[in-house]
């Protein structure tokens, strides 16, 4: 059977705050759910404290066009400071591999995204990547990127 083709979306943004403090932002599980559009109706489901480390699982329950999805990622690089990969277990995607990485610049920071991402469904959902998916990707970093900015003031 053959393997489902894989996207890719990158992103980068330079923040006015020291590294420090933007990455300890982006570590807090539950600041997730501000940097999440609010179409998408995300909750996160796992308990405080969540210790970011190697091997923690998070929970979050969100709405995609209206359809319910649990969504369990683990943390499979963690680089205190410098990056960490989170990688969809179960939720909506065939595959979702998230890299952040984190940048001094000066006094502020560049943040990176890099995501890797394949549907589910084989080609009925291959089909609904340029109709929906694409654009919805997008739409979130898009929302990701002025929400942290707010976030931070």
Known sequence: MPRAPIHRLQRHQRLDHPLDTVFEFFVRAHNLERLTPPWLRFALVTPDPIEMRVGTRIEYRLHVHRVPFRWVSRIEEWDPGRSFVDRQLRGPYALWHHRHVFERDGDGTIVRDE?????????????????????????????????VVHALA
């Open 115 to 147: 995501v890797h991402y394949a549907m589910p469904l084989g080609r009925v959902g291959e089909l609904a990547h340029p109709l929906l998916v694409r654009r919805d990707v997008r739409r979130i970093f898009d929302y990701r990127q002025a929400a």
